[in-house]
Each structure stands twice: as C-alpha cells, then as structure tokens.
C-alpha cells in the first residue's frame, strides 16, 4: 500500500493541470488560421530576441511565394475594452518594437532577405456574451516606416 501511495502521490505532483488558453493565446490561432485559409504558410510563433535583452515581439510570422508577413494579433471583448481598442494598442512604441524583432528575424534568417517583408495587424473580436468569435480584421502594411 505505502509504494502504491508514492507512486499516486509522486504522478499527482508531477502532472501539472493545464491552464486554460487566455484570449490573446485563441486570438493568436485563429489570426494564424485565417492566414493559412488565405494561402499563407506560418513559419515561426511567438518570435522575439533570445540574445540579450528582450526588444519586440512578433506574435507569427507567415509567407506565401515572395512575401514574408510579421503579424501582430489584437484579441478584445466587444464591450469590455479595458485596454482601449485594439488597433489603439498599436502605437509608436509598439510599432518600434515590433520593426526591431523583424530587423533580428531578418538578420537571423537569411533566407528571408529576398522576401518583401510586411507587417500586419489582425483584430479579433470576441462576443462578451458567450466568447465567440464576432470579427477577424486584417490591416495589411499596419506598419510601413522600415528607415
């Protein structure tokens, strides 16, 4: 009896409940799942600096035959938007973020340098009734200052 406890008490602490998936993290794969519809390839998620300071993130990273795509996906609850709306959160300082991880994911990856680069905004609207998926929105060339 006392083996079969320490076997069910050490698997109960090594199995980890998973939490549930936030909004932003179902945003993102629906955003990534539109893309695919529209013929894009998803190369890369959740792209940032791993060298040093942290300095942007690329929420996914799509292509298709000449382009590569940098996305930045904005999920928010019709009705509850407490951090404003989500084109909004894309200001100047996030849009400076965002064009130094593209610059790193460039020079990282030379085989993307051909590529004409683009940065996209998607928007997800969720219902605040029951969560369901109200919008997906893409604003293509959201970001254009590459100087």
């Known amino acids: 009896i006392i083996k079969h406890l ?4 050490l698997h ?9 998936k936030t909004l932003g993290q179902i945003g993102e794969e ?19 600096n791993k060298k040093g300071k942290r ?10 035959k000449n382009r590569i795509i940098f996305v930045e ?28 991880a593209v610059k790193i994911f460039l020079l990282e990856n030379q085989r993307y340098q051909l590529f004409v680069p683009q940065i996209d905004v998607c928007l997800i609207e969720f ?10 929105k893409i604003i293509p060339n959201a970001v254009e200052d590459w100087g």
């Open 30 to 48: 629906l955003a990534q799942e539109e893309y695919k519809k529209r013929g894009y390839k998803v190369i890369a998620a959740n792209f940032f």
């Open 73 to 100: 996906v904005k999920a928010r609850t019709v009705g509850a938007e407490i951090y404003g709306k989500g084109v909004d959160s894309v200001d100047r300082f996030k849009q400076l973020r965002i064009l130094k």
């Open 6 to 9: 320490k076997f069910l008490m």
């Open 55 to 64: 300095l942007g993130e690329i929420d996914f990273i799509a292509k298709d």
């Open 127 to 136: 219902s605040g009734v029951d969560k369901s998926v109200q919008s997906v």
């Open 12 to 20: 109960f602490f090594k199995s980890k409940p998973k939490k549930p």
